[in-house]
């Protein structure tokens, strides 16, 4: 209630900024190309081409990687009413002039460190073990800040999105999501959005 009053009150910020976080490789792809699909602007520059990891796209903006070090970040403000797709490492440095509806997309820790593992495999860079497995202990810690942290500003709001049970009922997360949006996309061409065939690292 507090937050709901908070906001209320606060400054004109125009639109809320749709912004498609998870982890690497837990469906944030798939959720931009969903968003598109039903309506809604992307903030993207296509620098980053599709490929074998991503043959569909990464719908990624490249500035927004270096969100962290920077100082001027009005930019963002061009992603008001649009998506914006950035890492949940990331959130914490979103400016505070903005508001935010995240999308959290959420994926079985051991699919995403097969994914990455796949995708640093083709590029010559194997980790051991050990490094594996801080991989996955840094992944857990940044989901449980990445929760905290937005039920904390008064200007994010917040949904988990799961992948699997996306690829396997699209049309619930289509309906999920269109409500946390405002109701005005277009749930069929969402559903369609989404390709079974590219979940292809799967836990036993």
């Known amino acids: 209630m507090l937050k ?23 469906g944030t792809s798939m959720m931009m190309r969903m968003l598109e699909a039903g309506g809604v602007a992307i903030l993207s520059d296509g620098e980053r ?7 569909k796209g990464y719908y990624e903006l490249e500035r927004i990687k270096n969100l962290e070090k920077e100082t001027d970040k009005s930019y963002l403000q061009e992603g008001r009413g649009k998506a914006v797709k950035a890492i949940s490492f990331l959130i914490k440095d979103l400016p505070d002039d903005n508001d935010y509806k995240v999308i959290f997309m959420r994926r079985d820790l051991d699919e995403v460190l097969a994914s990455q593992q796949k995708m640093i495999d083709r590029l010559d860079q194997g980790d051991t073990e050990a490094e594996k497995e801080a991989m996955r202990e840094a992944f857990r810690n940044d989901i449980v800040r990445t929760r905290l942290l937005c039920k904390g500003r008064d200007n994010t ?4 999105v799961h992948y699997k049970a996306t690829v396997e009922d699209p049309a619930a997360t289509a309906s999920t999501v269109n409500r946390f949006l405002g109701g005005h996309l277009d749930e069929a061409k969402m559903r369609e959005a989404v390709e079974a065939s590219l979940y292809r690292n799967r836990a036993s």
């Open 4 to 26: 709901a009053l908070k906001k209320m009150f606060a400054a004109d910020r125009g639109e809320a900024i749709v912004v498609v976080s998870g982890l690497p490789r837990s």
């Open 49 to 55: 081409e599709a490929d074998v990891d991503n043959p």
């Open 157 to 160: 709001d917040l949904i988990e």
